[in-house]
């Protein structure tokens, strides 16, 4: 089944394991345990305003993904607390839609994994100079048959914001 992300990754996607592309079609469930940690001070502020989780490092996380052909929406629950984002194609590019971000990414296969190489963002429409720009490193990959993940945010002068992962079983809805 078509939809954005194979569309988007044409090739690639077929080169990601059966595990992966379940992932990533239709509609899933994924479900387990994460670790969340936070920065400093100044990451806990911006964590706040944007609302993202709170640091534990043995979060229940739900997650339910939505894949469409012109968009994909990924619904969020860490413990409770939910966090929405929806991706639109711009482009050459993914573009995830949080709150008032918009973050451009490729995602790529690369040795097993799914990696979303981040290339800029927007903050209400307006692009941040690359150097205000947060770093973000975001990957899945398939492990001893289960489903991981990992993303991390760094940003000039704060340093570490944000980071979560672990591995979560898939359920297809």
Same mark, same amino acid.
């Given at each position: 089944?078509?939809n954005i992300?194979?569309?988007?990754?044409?090739?690639?996607?077929? %080169?990601?394991s059966?595990?992966? %592309? $379940?992932?990533?079609?239709?509609?899933?469930t994924?479900?387990?345990?994460?670790?969340?940690? %936070?920065?400093?001070?100044?990451?806990?502020i911006?964590?706040?305003?944007?609302r993202? @989780?709170?640091?534990? @490092?043995?979060?229940?996380?739900?997650?339910?993904?939505?894949?469409?052909?012109? %968009?994909?929406?990924?619904? *969020?629950?860490?413990?409770?607390?939910k966090m929405?984002?929806?991706?639109?194609?711009d482009?050459?590019?993914?573009?995830e *839609? $949080?709150? @008032?971000?918009?973050m451009?990414?490729?995602?790529?296969a690369?040795?097993?994994?799914?990696e979303?190489?981040?290339? *800029?963002?927007? $903050?209400?429409g307006? @692009?941040?100079?690359?150097?205000?720009?947060?770093?973000?490193?975001?990957?899945?990959?398939?492990?001893?048959?289960?489903?991981?993940?990992?993303?991390?945010?760094?940003?000039?002068?704060?340093g570490?914001?944000l980071?979560?992962g672990?591995?979560l079983?898939?359920?297809?809805?």
């Amino acid at each position: 089944m078509l939809n954005i992300l194979s569309n988007h990754m044409g090739d690639d996607f077929n %080169r990601l394991s059966p595990l992966l %592309r $379940l992932a990533h079609t239709g509609t899933t469930t994924l479900e387990g345990s994460v670790s969340v940690k %936070r920065g400093g001070k100044i990451a806990n502020i911006i964590c706040k305003v944007f609302r993202f @989780p709170s640091e534990n @490092p043995e979060t229940h996380l739900i997650v339910e993904c939505s894949h469409f052909s012109d %968009r994909m929406e990924w619904v *969020r629950y860490f413990d409770g607390f939910k966090m929405s984002s929806n991706f639109i194609t711009d482009s050459h590019y993914l573009v995830e *839609r $949080l709150g @008032p971000l918009a973050m451009n990414f490729k995602a790529v296969a690369n040795g097993g994994k799914l990696e979303y190489q981040f290339a *800029r963002t927007k $903050l209400f429409g307006i @692009p941040l100079p690359s150097i205000f720009s947060p770093k973000i490193i975001a990957y899945e990959q398939e492990v001893d048959g289960k489903y991981q993940f990992f993303v991390s945010v760094n940003m000039f002068m704060v340093g570490f914001v944000l980071s979560y992962g672990g591995d979560l079983k898939i359920s297809e809805t």
